[in-house]
């Protein structure tokens, strides 16, 4: 048998000199691989390197996919695999050797286990880098036994929760602010399932009987799958996370028991069934999201990471049982698309990659497609029963180990444009909406404390707070003209509030009769702002026409391939999938309408005499001019 697909190379020879002389090359982390492979990859496993996103300089993460190869230790067979942790290889003469960052002994424990796969990544997500992690194996080599643990075992998932917060705390004694978050959902039958949503009701999938039944938690069993049947999640393209799991529950987590709480429970909402080489057998993809968010300082960068932990359902022959057989097939359907995906990158490939062939592809595309550092799990069985199912195992270990990747950091100074704007507009407009309840507190005191138009001290630092609001408000109407498209619903939103903070600034001075100068350079400001408004506003309306035509187009196929394709429901899924993100587009057309109203009701309150007065001055109505509401 010769190993394909990037397999490392076959060797019928006895191991022993072999593996010694790899063994070097291997702990440098130097893939053994054909030339033209090795090539293609850096030559280290990992590393960190400057680089450089649109002009700015931010930290890239350069490597390949850190692959580890876990033997469950043998029950009952013959073994036909020699497994050298030295040399980091798996070997069997009829299929060759494979070499990998990290085989263990099937003796290893899952703290080993832990410090040489998954540690690193961890470390990595901490300093604000993506990681990802998934085990992959065939039903009943260990997956769930490494992530979640057993027989006494603490799992990987765990360890992370004990890495995170014991760096966390030791942070925030330090006087940073952090924060985690986690989502756990499933993914059973190509369909999502959110596993932190104990709230729906639970049933039971038909169990081998065909029949229904309703159940509070799981338990194992032989003949039936357990677990919730929420309903199913879509997906959707998200701009700053790639994908997104609409309405997926996020739980807070302040410490690590809480953490752990949650995740258990999420566990204990698991589909779980029986098969010949399992009796409690994982029947879906199950994925932990754990968003790590830290600030070192109140005007330090803010670093945001996901951390996925993926434990994957077992592939399996064909199953004995009809909902096994049922589940079986999907399992092997998307554990088969992630392979084609894993092959297609491996060989660089700059064709099409099929991430939407599958749920499981799909949400793991921004990871695989460069945007998390990643570290694969494998578990094997070491039987002569299994020797298939280890040997494709194995080669998908090693496609996986020719993937390389360039991850930058997610610190908010790398943030796109976009993203620093919506940033940087919150924070401007928590400024505004605190120096407007200032400046009503004022205000209210000057009008008890003096008669007439003698103004208090009050007044004369609300004015002070006025010209620094008129100079922000410059800024923030610069920032304001390169803003994207792609963000402009949530920008409009903080415009708009922007916006009516300003106009009630206008009216408090109007109420007060706040007599200054300054407050004319706050009306300059103002109607700079409104031009800006203007012009995006014009932007806006053709971008609007643009969807607007792009969504009848998407329509119009749509009803086609409805009345054409009856079948082709992944075809009819994307379409429906592009008209809703269409749709979503357009509700900003609502936000629009609203802020062009809000400009002009803006314009109405310019009109006070001592401004309108002075007639060599730009006046505000000429920049707010009346626009047609119809886009
Ligand atoms: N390394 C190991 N050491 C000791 N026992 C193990 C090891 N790996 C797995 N086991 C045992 O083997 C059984 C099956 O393991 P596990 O449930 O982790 O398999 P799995 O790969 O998750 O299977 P499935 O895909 O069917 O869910 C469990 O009883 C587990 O305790």
Known sequence: MRNTGGAPNSSSSSSGASLRRRASSAKLGTPIRSSSRMSRRPSS????????????????????????????????????????????????????????????????????????????????????????????????????????????????????????????????????ETKVVCSYLEIYNEKLFDLLNPETSLKVGNGTNGRQSSLRMHSASSTGVTGSSAEDLRIRDDPLYGVKVVGLTEVDAPDAETLLRVIRKGDSFRRIGGTDFNARSSRSHAIVLIRLTSRNAPDAPQTVSTLCLCDLAGSEKAAWQLERLKEGSYINKSLLALGTVISKLSQGSSSHIPYRDSKLTRLLQPSLSGNSIISILCTIHLSTQTFGETVNTLRFASRAKNISYSVSKMENSSFSTDEKFVESIIRENEKLKKTVSQLRQNGSASTTATSGSTISDGTVNANEQMAELVAENKILSEQLEHQKRLNEEVVMEQVMNNNESLQQLVQIQMQYQIPDPKFDQAILGLEQFGKTMMTKMEEMKSYIMHLEQKLSNKEYEKALLDGGREGDSEKTDSQEDQIEELQRALKSKESIIKALKSAKSMREIFEPPAIANDENRPQAKDYLKPIDNKV
């Open 45 to 176: 496993s990992m590393s960190l390197s400057s680089g450089s996103s649109s002009g700015e300089a931010s930290a890239v993460y350069s490597g390949t996919i850190r692959v580890s190869v876990r033997p469950r230790p043998l029950d009952t067979g013959k073994n036909m695999w020699v497994i050298n942790s030295d040399a980091n290889c798996v070997f069997n003469r009829e299929a060759g050797d494979f070499f990998y960052d990290n085989v263990f002994s099937p003796e290893v424990d899952n703290k080993s286990v832990y410090s040489s796969t998954v540690e690193p990544v961890v470390n990595k997500c901490l300093e604000g880098y993506n990681g990802t992690v998934f085990a992959y194996g065939m039903t009943g080599s260990g997956k769930t036994y490494s992530m979640q643990g057993g027989e006494g075992q603490i799992g990987l998932i765990d360890l992370c929760v004990e890495q995170i917060f014991s760096h966390f705390d030791a942070k925030t004694q330090r006087g940073a």
